[in-house]
């Protein structure tokens, strides 16, 4: 298969140009536009802030040349495999491919508890629940962040500012307060800061609906504004995937090939993993092919790890069998696959479109 991710030129190599820059140990590549500049400034504050699902082909459609956001973007990078939240901002957060930390997507199959788990909400697939098994070792499944190293290290200072960490904010004015209050106090530090739109209205409306324009357009004179009070500050604005409008396919009406399944499906609805009962490998690749074959590439787990889809590094214990036997992902088409626990979306992400995987790497610096 031909891998479009650029595993030289991805959020994992923009992560790891955070890390250089504090002095924390990094894996891979970094980005020398972003050394350079980091290089040159030097400066006091570095705020990273990650708008969800604002990938750099909607921003072009959404935004005029002269809005703040596409007159500061020096670079259009991709995201990792798969373009979804989990995996990327994942990536972003500690500077790993999802290879090594292994968060692949919504609903990942942890074979050291042998359950499919949804893992920003620590419950099984297709349940409500906490899993409490899933909690107890939850640390085993996690890998420290950018944040933690830095605080760890205490030699300079680091924050997330997020509706689920330690600084959470009520509404989009309160999260630039933050951010500005935070860019006051003394000391070199690393501010990490995210954003739940414009993805979440995107998912409900489609990614050039006027409510979305309306969203990046806002956020984009927001930054501008703070931007000009800022001191001693660069901010670099990136996205952790892009979007695409999507038609759902049922499994519940493909009987033949639910049947031939050992587990439920995860990863994602756009990027399918499949674990097939043993003995009908063949069945279910006929099969797939004549139902799904004009909507999905399929892949066996052999070719998806000789791509090296999910980027470079060393394997987490439970990468080999998350993937399952087959992948199947939406390359050319809008389709995705739902299955008992799979959200109904007006628009979908995880595929290998260009609207999904290219995202914006945008700077300014005071």
């Not at 920003?120 to 962040?145: G, I, Q």
Request: proline fraction near 3%.
């Amino acid at each position: 298969m031909i891998v479009k991710n650029n595993y030289d030129k991805c959020l994992t190599n923009f992560a790891c140009s955070i890390r250089k820059y504090f002095e924390l140990e990094y894996h891979h590549k970094t980005l020398k536009e972003v050394d350079d500049l980091l290089e040159r400034y030097q400066p006091e504050n570095v705020v990273v802030l990650l708008f969800d699902g604002m990938g750099s082909r909607i921003l072009k459609r959404t935004l005029e040349e002269e809005s703040f956001f596409r007159k500061h973007q020096i670079e259009e990078i991709t995201t990792v495999f798969p373009a979804t939240t989990t995996a990327a901002t994942t990536s972003m957060k500690t500077g790993l491919n999802p290879v090594e930390h292994g968060w692949l997507g919504w609903n990942t199959y942890l074979s050291p508890i042998k359950k499919t788990i949804t893992l920003f909400r620590d419950c099984e697939k297709a349940k409500t629940d906490v899993c409490m098994e899933f909690v107890r070792e939850k640390e085993r499944f996690v890998s420290k962040t950018i944040v933690k190293e830095i605080n760890e290290n205490k030699k300079f200072q680091a924050l997330e500012i997020s509706p689920f960490g330690d600084h959470p904010y009520e509404n989009l004015e309160d999260m630039f307060h933050q951010m500005e209050e935070e860019t006051k106090k003394k000391g070199k530090k690393y501010i990490y800061v995210y954003d739940e739109e414009p993805d979440a209205t995107m998912h409900l409306y489609g990614s050039d609906h006027l409510e979305v324009r309306t969203l990046i357009e806002k956020r984009s004179k927001k930054l501008e504004e703070l931007c000009s009070r800022l001191k001693n500050t660069i901010i670099f604005v990136v996205a952790d995937h892009g979007h695409i409008t999507a038609e759902p396919i049922y499994l519940k009406d493909y009987p033949d090939i639910l049947d031939m399944l050992e587990r439920t499906t995860s990863i994602e609805p756009r990027a399918v993993s499949f674990k097939v009962k043993e003995g009908k490998q063949k069945q279910f690749v006929d099969i797939f092919q004549k139902t799904f074959g004009n909507y999905f590439s399929l892949y066996t787990k052999k070719e998806i790890m000789d791509s090296k889809l999910f980027g470079d590094g060393k394997e987490c214990e439970w990468f080999e069998e998350a993937i399952g036997d087959y992948l199947a992902i939406a390359e050319h088409s809008n389709k995705y696959l739902v299955d008992e626990g799979d959200h109904i979306l007006y628009s979908q992400h995880a595929g290998y479109t260009d609207d999904e995987i290219y995202v914006p790497l945008i700077m300014w610096h005071s």
